[in-house]
């Protein structure tokens, strides 16, 4: 309350001042007039000042709490834990996850195994100790070794193959099963 009537007062020096500048006549009235205004004015920005005063001793108390930095310091513990118990669910679901994938990736594989690719369309012609495969839509290595019971390094051996890629049309030797 000192900061606010140390307010007054210096609202009431600064319309004397104002006051002095007028003719006599109308001196008293303008200054009573300019007074009561500049008081309004400053008594104003006393209120906001006490009201953001007020909201920021509240804010401290609240972090404070009843016994002193203990209030904080139970705030920042507490966003810890619950840091803490994030950290493990995002675990526990990253397993979960893991878990769900490699049970899918597993199902495929077995899917893949338990349905052999059918065998090749064409028949393959009978050369010496081999058979000629032509190449077709949909084919690679690991299907014509499993087609006529070889293996795919056999086959690129055979075929003097340097990567697993194989063209339509391509024609392949194999051996005779």
């Given at each position: 309350?000192?900061?606010?009537?140390?307010l007054?007062l210096?609202?009431?020096l600064?319309?004397?001042?104002?006051?002095?500048?007028?003719?006599?006549?109308?001196?008293?009235?303008?200054?009573?007039?300019q007074?009561?205004?500049?008081?309004?004015?400053?008594?104003?920005q006393?209120?906001?000042?006490?009201?953001n005063f007020?909201?920021?001793?509240?804010?401290?108390?609240?972090?404070?709490?009843?016994?002193?930095?203990?209030?904080?310091?139970?705030?920042?513990?507490s966003?810890?834990?619950?840091i803490?118990?994030l950290?493990?669910?995002m675990?526990?679901?990253?397993?979960?996850?893991?878990?769900?994938?490699?049970a899918?990736?597993?199902?495929l594989?077995?899917?893949?195994?338990?349905?052999?690719?059918?065998?090749?369309?064409?028949?393959?012609?009978?050369i010496g100790?081999?058979?000629?495969?032509?190449v077709?839509?949909?084919?690679?290595?690991?299907?014509?070794?499993?087609?006529?019971?070889?293996?795919v390094?056999?086959?690129?051996?055979?075929?003097?193959?340097k990567?697993?890629n194989?063209?339509?049309?391509?024609?392949?030797?194999v051996?005779?099963?």
């Amino acid at each position: 309350m000192k900061a606010k009537s140390m307010l007054v007062l210096a609202a009431v020096l600064s319309a004397g001042t104002a006051a002095a500048q007028q003719p006599a006549a109308g001196r008293d009235a303008f200054v009573k007039q300019q007074a009561y205004a500049e008081m309004q004015r400053v008594l104003g920005q006393v209120d906001v000042l006490q009201g953001n005063f007020e909201d920021l001793s509240a804010r401290v108390r609240r972090i404070e709490g009843a016994d002193g930095s203990k209030g904080l310091q139970a705030e920042i513990d507490s966003l810890r834990a619950q840091i803490a118990d994030l950290k493990r669910e995002m675990a526990a679901m990253r397993g979960e996850i893991v878990k769900d994938l490699t049970a899918k990736i597993v199902q495929l594989q077995k899917s893949q195994a338990v349905a052999p690719a059918a065998p090749p369309p064409a028949q393959p012609k009978v050369i010496g100790p081999h058979l000629e495969y032509e190449v077709v839509a949909g084919d690679n290595l690991s299907i014509i070794a499993h087609a006529f019971g070889t293996t795919v390094d056999k086959i690129k051996e055979m075929n003097s193959l340097k990567s697993n890629n194989l063209r339509i049309g391509q024609k392949l030797m194999v051996p005779k099963k």
